[in-house]
T-cell receptor, first 109, second 113 residues
Framework: KNEVEQSPQNLTAQEGEFITINCSYS?????LHWLQQHPGGGIVSLFM???GKKKHGRLIATINIQEKHSSLHITASHPRDSAVYIC???????????FGQGTRLTINP | NAGVTQTPKFQVLKTGQSMTLQCAQD?????MSWYRQDPGMGLRLIHY???????DQGEVPNGYNVSRSTTEDFPLRLLSAAPSQTSVYFC????????????FGEGSRLTVL
C-alpha cells in the first residue's frame, strides 16, 4: 500500500462545478503540500499545510491530522484549472517528501 | 529573479554515457532535491541536500551522484546511463520542508537508448 493515496485518479467535470480531490496518508507527518502540474510539465506549489485550512483565490486546502486526510477544493472551476494535482507529505523527522500519484483533472467548457 | 534553473531541458544519451543535469537557485534556499517522474509512478526522490556540503539519498539513488559545494548549485550526475534512467527529472528547492513552498525547475526529459 502506498504511503500517500489520492482519489480520484481521474476527474472530469463541467466548468463551474465544485471540485474536491482527496489525499490520505498512512504515516505521521509534519507537513503536507499540494502541487499543480499543467500539461507540458511545470510543477507549481499551491499550498503547504500542517493544520487547519488555507485559501488562495478559488482554491481551498484542508487537513485533518487525526484522520490523516487532506482535501483540495476548487470553487467555480474553469478549463484553465485542468491539470494534475499532486499531494506530498513530509514524514515526521525525515527530510524528504513522499508523493501521491496525482489526480488528473479535466474541466470542460 | 530566476527561481530554479534546470538544464538541459532535453537530452538523448546512449547506454553507458555519463552526463550531468544542472540545477541552480537564486533564493538562498537551504533545501534542494532531485526527483524523477515516470508514468504511473508519481515523483520519486533521488537525492536531497539540506545545505552546502550535506547530501543524502532518497528512494531511488542508485546510478546517480550529487554534490553541494555551494548553496546555489546542486548538480545530478548519471555515471553510466541505462535505459531504466529514461525519465523526466525535476529539481526543487525550498527554505525547508516545513517552512515554505517548494520551487521546481522546468524539468529535464532524458532518453537513454
Amino acid at each position: 500500500k502506498n504511503e500517500v493515496e489520492q482519489s480520484p485518479q481521474n476527474l472530469t467535470a463541467q466548468e463551474g462545478e465544485f471540485i474536491t480531490i482527496n489525499c490520505s496518508y498512512s504515516v505521521g507527518i509534519s507537513a503536507l503540500h499540494w502541487l499543480q502540474q499543467h500539461p507540458g510539465g511545470g510543477i507549481v506549489s499551491l499550498f503547504m499545510l500542517s493544520s487547519g485550512k488555507k485559501k488562495h483565490g478559488r482554491l481551498i486546502a484542508t487537513i485533518n491530522i487525526q484522520e490523516k486526510h487532506s482535501s483540495l477544493h476548487i470553487t467555480a472551476s474553469h478549463p484553465r484549472d485542468s491539470a494534475v494535482y499532486i499531494c506530498a507529505v513530509r514524514d515526521q523527522g525525515a527530510q524528504k517528501l513522499v508523493f501521491g500519484q496525482g489526480t488528473r483533472l479535466t474541466i470542460n467548457p | 529573479n530566476a527561481g530554479v534553473t534546470q538544464t538541459p531541458k532535453f537530452q538523448v544519451l546512449k547506454t553507458g554515457q555519463s552526463m550531468t543535469l544542472q540545477c541552480a537557485q537564486d533564493m538562498n534556499h537551504e533545501y534542494m532535491s532531485w526527483y524523477r517522474q515516470d508514468p504511473g509512478m508519481g515523483l520519486r526522490l533521488i537525492h536531497y541536500s539540506v545545505g552546502a556540503g550535506i547530501t543524502d539519498q532518497g528512494e531511488v539513488p542508485n546510478g546517480y551522484n550529487v554534490s553541494r559545494s555551494t548553496t546555489e548549485d546542486f548538480p545530478l550526475r548519471l555515471l553510466s546511463a541505462a535505459p531504466s534512467q529514461t525519465s523526466v527529472y525535476f529539481c526543487a528547492s525550498s527554505w525547508g520542508l516545513n517552512t515554505g513552498e517548494l520551487f521546481f525547475g522546468e524539468g529535464s526529459r532524458l532518453t537513454v537508448l
